[in-house]
């Protein structure tokens, strides 16, 4: 029964290589990144077999070797793809579930990740043949290292396919990786900072000691700490290792059990009373087209990611300049801009987004103008929302009024030259974007430099329609707080400038370009 599931997997992963030629190319590429990796960590491996600081080299293997476990059990979870070794493929077969479980789980031995795996584990084996005792260790380690790896990754997979197969279940731990994504930013930067030739040893010390005692790290440290003398600990930490993979084993077979007598989730169909959006909004061209849009950012994935990435790129900007010592007032005044303007920017391509759904426009002539200033008015919504909370936040933190008329000004004037030049771009130069209904974390498929073209120029353009203000904010900082007021009246004057002439240029480019508006949704 094992030699067919190895059989099995040796046919599914022969079957990738009969694709496109396009998709065996990133295939191979893949592959050959992989193995590049795997032969420079096993020669840095094999390299720490005679670094004579036992203990550093103890805890850099111990610390590498938590992230990597954890890594196998979050991927499937927060990117995974189709499983094709699911325990409910074999549900009518009638194979008993230890046996079962036994045999998928020894297939996950084949695979790229399972040989990137073993060639960084025979490294491993190397680092720790210092003695005798050590070296027995060390291949046990390994040992257990290997299967804890795949074993974690294989119930994290078949959890991912088992509650997380609806669409929304997908779009949700989609963004809960890019959660996590943007949260390991801190501590990238933060480890970045530490100065390693004399303090790195310490903080992988205070890692190590904490990570050695857990089921992440417990199987790394063993060939450690037998190589420099800590027999005890080795063999506490040894069963601590067994313990761990004895317990994940019985989860495993538990969740196949469960899995083969429990049918796959279905969403869930909803009811909805009334006419939503379009009943709250006023009647008319304009007011249908905000209703619409509106109902797009409340339950379309693809614009939550703006939502969610609005309130983040600040943080992720704040704490490389809190490293660098820019003083916390000055800190205070960076992220209401920072979100208008990333706000502002979210619409450089929303005609895109309604894909082929844009012929009800051009059939039912509905007029750019309206067309244009209906997608601006959810975002615009938010926009006031960013700057009312934002400013009053910025003021509780700094207890200071006078930069509130230049916070103001210029986070009013990022947001309106934002939504000015989008309503201009979507309409000009609408490139493919993630159709209705897919991932919003796919990437389509965008023939020549339009894309990058036109996202920098509406980036850059708010920024430049935004510099006087800017400079009157700084003005106000250096200077004197009188030039407060002439960034607020600038930015105010200069974004409602900028949003008329945009939703107006906008839409009468709208009208003329229908036509190719709607062969461009046809081809994306």
């Not at 019985?250 to 969403?267: F, H, I, Q, S, Y």
Request: proline residues 5%; hydrophobic residues 60%; positive net charge.
């Amino acid at each position: 029964m094992a030699a067919q599931f190895l059989r099995l997997k040796l046919h599914l992963l022969a079957n990738i290589f009969r694709r496109s030629a396009w998709q065996i190319t990133g295939i191979v590429l893949g592959l050959v990144y992989g193995l590049t990796a795997a032969i420079v960590l096993f020669g840095v491996l094999a390299g720490l077999r005679f670094v004579p600081e036992i203990e550093f080299v103890r805890d850099l293997i111990t610390v590498a070797g938590s992230v990597t476990m954890l890594g196998f059990a979050l991927f499937p979870l927060l990117f995974g793809s189709e499983d094709t070794m699911d325990p409910r493929r074999f549900a009518l077969f009638g194979i008993p579930n230890r046996r079962l479980s036994f045999g998928i789980a020894l297939s996950s031995l084949i695979g790229i990740p399972a040989f990137v795996l073993a060639i960084v584990l025979v490294g491993m084996i190397i680092t720790w043949t210092r003695d005798v005792g050590s070296t027995i260790l060390a291949v046990i380690a390994a040992a257990l290292a290997l299967a804890g790896c795949l074993l974690v990754a294989r119930v994290a997979s078949s959890f991912a396919a088992f509650l997380l197969d609806t669409r929304r279940a997908k779009e949700l731990s989609g963004f809960l990786g890019l959660l996590l994504v943007v949260a390991i930013s801190p501590v990238v930067i933060a480890l970045s900072s530490v100065d390693w030739a004399r303090s790195g040893h310490l903080v992988l010390e205070r890692f190590s000691s904490v990570l050695g005692w857990t089921p992440l790290g417990a199987v790394w440290a063993v060939p450690g700490d037998a190589a420099a003398g800590s027999w005890g600990t080795a063999l506490a930490k040894l069963l601590v290792a067994i313990a761990s993979i004895g317990l994940l084993w019985l989860v495993w077979e538990r969740l196949v059990a469960k899995m083969l007598v429990t049918p796959g989730r279905e969403t869930a169909a909803k009811s909805y009373a009334g006419l939503g959006w379009f009943d709250r909004m006023p009647a008319g061209r304009t007011g249908a087209v905000a209703a619409r849009a509106i109902t797009y950012w409340v339950r379309d994935a693809r614009y939550w990611v703006s939502i969610v990435m609005v309130p983040i790129v600040p943080i992720a900007v704040l704490i490389p300049l809190a490293i660098a010592g820019v003083p916390g007032d000055l800190l205070a005044l960076v992220p209401v801009p920072l979100m208008c303007l990333f706000l502002g920017w979210g619409l450089h391509n929303d005609t895109a987004y309604d894909s082929t759904a844009i012929w009800l426009h051009v059939a039912s002539g509905v007029p750019g103008r309206a067309d244009r200033l209906g997608r601006v008015v959810p975002v615009l919504g938010l926009g006031v929302i960013a700057i009312v909370v934002g400013s009053a936040v910025t003021v509780a933190v700094t207890q200071d009024w006078a930069p509130l008329p230049a916070l103001i000004g210029v986070s009013t004037v990022l947001l309106l030259a934002g939504l000015g030049i989008g309503s201009v771009t979507s309409a000009r130069f609408p490139y493919p974007a993630v159709k209705p209904g897919d991932s919003p974390f796919q990437q389509p498929q965008s023939t020549g430099a339009i894309t990058a073209l036109v996202q920098t120029f509406t980036l850059f353009g708010s920024f430049v329609l935004a510099l006087p203000a800017i400079v009157f904010a700084v003005m106000g900082l250096l200077v004197d707080p009188a030039w407060n007021a002439a960034a607020l009246i600038s930015g105010l004057v200069v974004g409602v400038a900028a949003l008329g002439i945009g939703v107006s240029w906008g839409g009468r480019i709208f009208e003329h370009r229908e036509p190719e508006i709607m062969l461009a949704a046809v081809r994306a």
